[in-house]
């Protein structure tokens, strides 16, 4: 399995970005899903899962309200569309891959069985 995380970029306060993951190698539908950030001397953090067919959802307090996560099984990709971007957004996103049950908790625990490489996201003030 490969994970291609994109979309990354500079943006000002309050704008929108979108994040693309395209996952490559294995059937795309088996899998949940998950997006995470990092900041420099922190470790990587969940930000959101997203089951197989996308109808669960879930999202860290933090981004509640403000960020998307969703998937399109024709595509293979999923995406996290973010806006009202704020300077603590900043930060590398990487996406996730679980098949594994229970995959939800595993993404959660941050313990997916797949990364992909991530994508850089700055949010100026």
């Known amino acids: 399995v490969q994970l291609q995380a994109s979309g990354g970029g500079l943006v000002q306060a309050g704008d929108s970005l979108a994040l693309s993951c395209i996952f490559s190698?294995?059937?795309?539908?088996?899998?949940?899903l998950g997006w995470f950030r990092q900041t420099p001397g922190k470790e990587r953090e969940f930000q959101a899962h997203?089951?197989?067919?996308?109808?669960?959802?879930s999202y860290t307090g933090s981004i509640k309200g403000r960020f998307t996560i969703s998937r399109d099984n024709a595509k293979d990709t999923m995406y996290l569309q973010m806006s009202n971007l704020k300077p603590e957004d900043s930060a590398v996103y990487y996406c996730?891959?679980?098949?594994?049950?229970?995959?939800?908790?595993?993404?959660?625990?941050?313990?997916?069985?797949?990364w992909g490489q991530g994508t850089q996201v700055t949010v100026s003030s």
């Open positions: 996730a891959a679980e098949n594994r049950d229970p995959a939800e908790l595993r993404i959660k625990k941050g313990e997916p069985r797949y």
């Open positions: 190698g294995r059937s795309f539908d088996n899998y949940t």
């Open positions: 997203i089951n197989w067919n996308g109808a669960v959802t």
